[in-house]
Every structure is written in C-alpha cells, then in structure tokens.
C-alpha cells in the first residue's frame, strides 16, 4: 500500500476560512471595509526583494505580500498548509515528492504561472552558486513536470524538512521568462533589477521605493485568492511602508494618527500602548530570540588582537551577565532566558536550563585561566534609535564593568551595520533571529553550520557540527535526528560564539481601526485580510 502524506485540495470557500494563503487567520463573515490605504511604520527599510539572493529579515517579512510559494507555513509558524500546489505526496522510500499546481493563478502582470515557471524557481533556488540559502533545497536531485499541474522532485536522499522548506521565501515562484528577459549579464545583475520592479503571485506589487523613506505597495488586481465577501483579495488599495528608525517617532506617529501601525515597540512602552483606548497593543507569538553575535577569530578587521577567540572569554562574558535582571530592565519582563541558540518553539529544540546562569566568579576565574583578568576593551555595535540595543549594551557594560571588561558602544544605521556585518568587520553586534521554516535545519546552517555564512559571521567552525549537520539533513528517523540536534546544540552552547540573552514576542502596535493584520510566530508581515475599519 502507498504511503501518502498529502495535504488536501481546497476550493475556494474552504481558503477562505484558512486566512492569507492557507494561514489559518481567523475572519468575521460579515461584510468587510474594502478599499483605502495602510499606513505602517517599520524601523528600518527592506535591501533586496529577490527572494534567492536576500538575507535579511527587513527583506523576509515582505517578501509574503509579493510573492507566494508553493507550501504557506500555518499560523502556527509550525506546520505548513496549501499555497501554489494544492497537496503533495511523499513515496514510500522518501525519494520522490509530487505536488499538484493550482490551477488559474497569473502573475501581477498578468500572465499565467505555469510548470515551466516553478521548475526555473526551484532550480534557481536550489542552485549552490545562488544566495545562503540554497541548502533548503539541497536534496533535490532533480525537477520534473507532467501535464499542465504536476511537479516531481526526485530527491537524493529521504529529506525531512523539504515540506517546510517549500514554504519559506527562497522556494518563492518567480515568472521564468521575465526574469531571464531583465538586463544583466549574470543571474545576480539580473535579481538587482528585477528586484527593483518584482513580479510575482501575491497579494500585492511594488508601486514605488524611495530607499530609506517610503514603500508603497498596491493591490495585485490578479490575485487568486478572494474574501469572506467573495471578492478578490486584498481588502487594501494600497500599502505604505515608512520608514522610521526612531522608536520613540514610531510611536508619536501612531499615536498622532499619522500611520496606522508600527513595529518594534520598545518593551518599556508595551504597558503605555496597551492603555491607550485608541490602539491595540499586539504581543505576537513567535521564535524571536535576541542575542549578540561575536566575532570570534583571532584577528579583528583592523589587524588587532581579538580576546573573544578564546572561548573561556566567551563564556566568562556570557556568566557574567543577570539575565533575568536584563530582562526586567530591558523587556519589563515580557522575555525569558534563552536556553539554546535556537527558540524554545524551535522544533527538535534541545536546551540548557539555566544556561550560563549568573556566576560573577566563575566568570572571573575563566578570565584568570585565559590571562584575561587584567582587563580589556571591547566594541558592540547597535542599531541607532533603538531603545532597546541601547538598554541592552547599557546593561551590559554595567555588568562587564567588574571583570574589567569596558565596552564601548557605537550607534549605526541598518545598512551600515549590514554591510560591516556582511564583511565580518565588527567585534560585537546586536542582533536578533527568527525562524522561517518549521524546521532546525535554518538556524542551524546560519548560526553553527560553517559553509552558509560562516556561522553567522562570527567565524565560529566546529567539525563536529559540520559533520552532524549534514547527517541531520538524511536523517528520516525522527529519534535518531533529535539525537544529533541536541549535541549540536550542547556543542555550540558550550563554545558560546554568542551573547545569550533572551527569547521575546513580537510587538507590534494597530490603531483601533486596522483588522486582520498578523504576524505569525515565523516573523511574516500578513497583510493579505488587513483591512481598515470606517
């Protein structure tokens, strides 16, 4: 007998009811506001909209409203339901995955998705030469199409997280013919143009960019899904992303009514918004983890000597922090200790409880050990406007202060500190994760797994990880590949080539007006049903 692990077809009325591309986001029957313009703040401006080459999570998050894939990720942000296809198959020996393309689905230029369009997609995607995250793909050995809806993946080797990973933005599908038509002589030129004028399948298109200013975004007349009402999706004309770095202007705008919505509200004005009768302050779930990211090689940028390769400064650093005082002092405890380099949500999440709890003198004997407790500097860069980096690394110098450690603080915009990060030239940046792919195997490649990104720029490279990593990928056995997570995890945890600070949701605040906005614990920006109250 096959063995079959299919996601069901859905019609129409049956999408409907599972929100934004199968996002289980809920809706009233009744009539909704159709029409107008939202408004919505971020803090800083997306890079890159080609869904292969980008890195970023400014560029991820609205990525959904501009492209589709053909697996969606649930609103749970751990299982994944219908997009593009409408079910898949699995073979009995794993090595063969078939889906079924919907079918009617056009381009926001109008012209019809077809195979030939999917199969350039994944190949483009899965292509060792194309972006950090061509490993999603890596399994899939070749692509086939039969008939006018059948895609057929044959896969190397049984592939555990592939389902996952056709419902992250990589695996978006892209029209063939005219991206191969855009001005470039190579893939890379090509992506920089196209992605200053994205096509796609999604509920939106790129109108106009006016870089570190304004995004607008307009509803894509040829969108396949339609509404409670009936009606094609979106509810919105049109979409404006402003950009605006500074937390404490995010707000006054909102409050002032100025834009309809703003992200990264600072933790210590949660409480503030959430008495405020004119807003709706959102704590989304999510897998959020904030961290700083050390450079870890022996060698800084500017040819000094770099303290933290050794890793008992890093642990010493780590056990010198009060995590659970940072995070009254930074979230107003909204967050927890992280106990993993990954999320507590994370699936196959092994962690450390307490992880490097407090411990001001074992954090001075490991200095003394690595001949390190006389003292040193160190360099951390934050996202300036940021009230929480600024909170966080504030923190943090008052705690380091008692090992002798002085750290300097230095403010940057987003691009500045991409850029710097980009090219490993930095000691300490703040950052944070979240996950796009209900799976390990993500974090995993970007914060230990040396070839994708060098472990996250730090320069961090333990074999074992690496040779566990690509046995985890192979793995069908799901005992066996928790097994290997839980001591890469151990392993990279006890290397600590990060700060561990804390696990935290997503803050997000609405005026009273807007409706149907989500953000799913994977960090996309859902604005598919968002529609603005009269």
Not at 116 to 138: C, Y
Not at 164 to 179: D, G, H, Q, W, Y
Not at 473 to 502: L, V
Request: aromatic content about 10%; charged content about 20%.
């Amino acid at each position: 007998m096959k063995r079959s692990y299919r996601l069901f077809a859905l019609a129409s009325a049956i999408i409907a009811g599972f929100g934004v591309a199968g996002l289980g986001l809920t809706q009233q029957a009744e009539a909704l506001s159709r029409g107008g313009k939202m408004v919505y703040a971020r803090n800083a401006d997306s890079l890159f909209l080609d869904p292969v080459l980008l890195e970023r999570n400014v560029d991820i998050w609205i990525l959904t409203n501009l492209y589709d894939t053909l697996l969606e990720p649930a609103a749970d942000g751990k299982t994944i339901v219908p997009g593009l296809a409408t079910g898949y198959e699995v073979s009995p020996d794993g090595l063969t995955f078939t889906l079924k393309l919907r079918q009617g689905v056009k381009f926001s230029d109008g012209s019809p998705l077809t195979l030939d369009d999917v199969k350039w997609s994944l190949d483009r995607a899965r292509d060792p030469n194309n972006g950090a995250w061509n490993f999603t793909l890596s399994s899939v050995d070749s692509i086939e199409t039969k008939g006018d809806d059948t895609i057929i993946l044959h896969l190397k080797h049984p592939d555990p997280a592939l389902a996952p990973a056709l419902a992250i933005f990589n695996s978006s599908i892209m029209p063939k013919k005219e991206f191969e038509a855009t001005a470039g002589a190579t893939d890379a030129d090509k992506a920089k143009a196209f992605g200053e004028h994205p096509v796609g399948t999604g509920p939106f298109v790129l109108d106009s960019w006016q870089r570190g200013t304004v995004m607008v975004l307009k509803r894509n007349p040829n969108y396949w899904q339609t509404g409670e009402d009936g009606k094609p999706l979106p509810y919105l004309d049109e979409l404006d992303f402003q950009i605006i770095p500074d937390d404490a202007t995010r707000i006054l705008k909102l409050q002032a009514g100025e834009v309809d919505g703003a992200e990264f509200i600072p933790y210590s004005r949660v409480a503030e918004l959430k008495a405020d009768p004119n807003l709706n302050m959102e704590l989304y779930p999510s897998t959020k983890v904030n961290y700083l990211t050390l450079n870890v090689r022996p060698k800084l940028k500017n040819g000094t000597d770099n303290p933290l390769a050794d890793p008992k400064v890093r642990q010493a650093l780590n056990y010198a922090l009060d995590k659970n005082a940072i995070i009254k002092v930074v979230t107003f405890d909204v967050g927890k200790p992280m106990q993993s380099y990954m999320s507590s949500s994370t699936p196959l999440f092994h962690g450390t409880d307490p992880l490097y709890a407090f411990d001001l003198d074992k954090a001075k004997a490991l200095l003394k050990e690595a001949g390190k407790d006389g003292g040193f500097a160190l360099s951390a860069m934050a996202l300036a406007g940021s009230a929480d980096d600024t909170a966080t690394l504030s923190t943090m110098q008052q705690m380091w202060a008692p090992l002798g450690v002085n750290l300097s603080i230095e403010q940057a915009d987003n691009a500045t500190m991409v850029s710097r990060y980009d090219a490993d030239d930095f000691q300490i940046q703040t950052g944070y994760w979240t996950d796009d792919i209900a799976d390990p195997s993500e974090i995993t490649s970007y914060f230990a797994y040396y070839p994708t990104t060098e472990s996250q720029h730090s320069g961090y490279n333990d074999p074992t990880i690496q040779d566990l990593f690509v046995q985890s990928g192979k793995e069908p056995d799901k005992a066996k590949r928790a097994e290997m997570y839980a001591k890469i995890q151990d392993t990279y945890n006890q290397a600590a080539p990060i700060i561990y600070m804390f696990e935290s949701p997503y803050t997000v605040a609405l005026r009273k007006s807007v409706q149907g906005f989500e953000q799913i614990p994977l960090g996309n920006n859902i604005f598919t049903r968002t529609h603005i109250e009269k």
